[in-house]
């Protein structure tokens, strides 16, 4: 069975950083892409980042350029959302999802596998 697992979330002041994982199981990823999406309340899910099989390649959504980073371990089966300069409208839930696809994707149907989440919440 194949788990996602995401770790890392939690309460942090605006201007702070995160750093969100991503530990998957069940099956290898090394030759998937990675991706990281967030929902707030009342929202569709939005794309927020996407790193390719190799980490050679990544794609952000535009408010996350230049505060976000995204890599992966591919030995450890894990991705990591570093995050930072936290604003409040970064709070959501955070979900990674892999593909089985060795590119980049910012489409949600893109993804067959997902975690269950974890909640970020940014205070002013």
């Known amino acids: 069975q194949v788990q996602l697992v995401e770790s890392g979330g939690g309460l942090v002041q605006a201007g702070g950083s995160l750093r969100l994982s991503c530990a998957a199981s069940?099956?290898?990823?090394?030759?998937?892409?990675w991706g990281w999406f967030r929902q707030a309340p009342g929202k569709e899910r939005e794309f927020v980042a996407s790193?390719?099989?190799?980490?050679?390649?990544?794609r952000f959504a535009a408010p996350m350029k230049g505060r976000f980073t995204i890599s992966r371990d591919n030995a450890k089966n894990t991705v990591y959302l570093q995050m930072n300069s936290l604003k409040p409208e970064d709070t959501a839930v955070y979900y990674c999802a892999a593909r089985q696809s060795l590119d980049i994707a910012t489409m949600p149907f893109a993804y067959e596998y997902w975690g269950q989440g974890t909640q970020v919440t940014v205070s002013s």
């Open positions: 069940g099956r290898t990823f090394s030759g998937s892409a």
């Open positions: 790193i390719n099989w190799s980490g050679g390649a990544t």
